[in-house]
């Protein structure tokens, strides 16, 4: 029972110091207006992967792309800035970040928050966990920060998850627990102390019940692609 309540503890400080950090890096990035407009002529480096359906990833596994339309914009911000700071060390990701400004990040997280709203959304009914799925996310406290039905963050600064694709999230998840590496591995606080929780058999368990989830991300197909 202390052991529980002590992980209970560190859980909750982990928790603190993310909202905290996310708290802070929105702060300092709104000083830059975001606009949608200029973020579609600039999504030219992003549409090759992202706006294909089903288009997968070769490293460091295959695996899908995640669905970035609909996606919070703050969050797209903090993602690519990590990746420019190198806090996430995917190389094709990080190329590309490293080449943006501040404010063509915020016009690109502008254009895919709110890119693919006027298409249909497929309301698919929730699936109800697994007791085994149940304790997993119950362990990892997941929906503190990603909220109801892992579509509803607690701040604008945490991703939607819900429905992305499995093999993804299993991957995302998977390289919060890395050591540093030069072409892999996320740097995160929070999501380390999590993930490492976690055997790679839980977190694909993990990362196949989010992925059923109904979610209002999309991948747009581009007309050029048709």
């Known amino acids: 029972m202390k052991n529980l309540k002590n992980l209970a503890l560190a859980l909750s400080s982990l928790l603190v110091a993310g909202v905290t950090a996310f708290s802070a890096a929105s702060a300092s990035a709104q000083g830059v207006k975001g606009d949608a407009k200029a973020g579609e002529q600039k999504n030219a480096m992003c549409i090759g992967c992202h706006g294909i359906p089903g288009y997968k990833a070769t ?5 899908q792309v995640p669905k970035i339309s609909g996606q919070n914009a703050a969050y797209i911000a903090a993602a690519l800035n990590a990746y420019q700071k190198g806090d996430r060390r995917h190389p094709s990701m990080r190329g590309i970040a490293q080449s943006l ?80 590496h030069a072409t892999w591995g996320r740097a995160n606080g929070v999501m380390g102390g999590i993930a490492k929780q976690f055997s790679n058999a839980e977190l694909k368990e993990l990362a196949n019940y989010i992925s059923s989830l109904p979610s209002d991300l999309k991948t747009v197909p581009q007309s050029r692609f048709r």
Do not use: W
Not at 59 to 63: K, L, S
């Open 101 to 180: 400004t501040e404010q063509d990040i915020a016009d690109l997280a502008a254009y895919y928050a709110t890119h693919g709203q006027d298409l249909p959304v497929v309301a698919n009914a929730a699936p109800a966990p697994s007791a085994k799925v149940t304790e997993l996310l119950t362990k990892g406290a997941c929906i503190s920060c990603h909220g109801e039905g892992f579509a509803k963050p607690i701040d604008g600064g945490y991703p939607k998850v819900a429905g992305q694709p499995a093999d993804y999230l299993f991957v995302a998840l998977k390289s919060y627990k890395s050591e540093p």
């Open 59 to 63: 490293f460091p596994e295959v695996y």
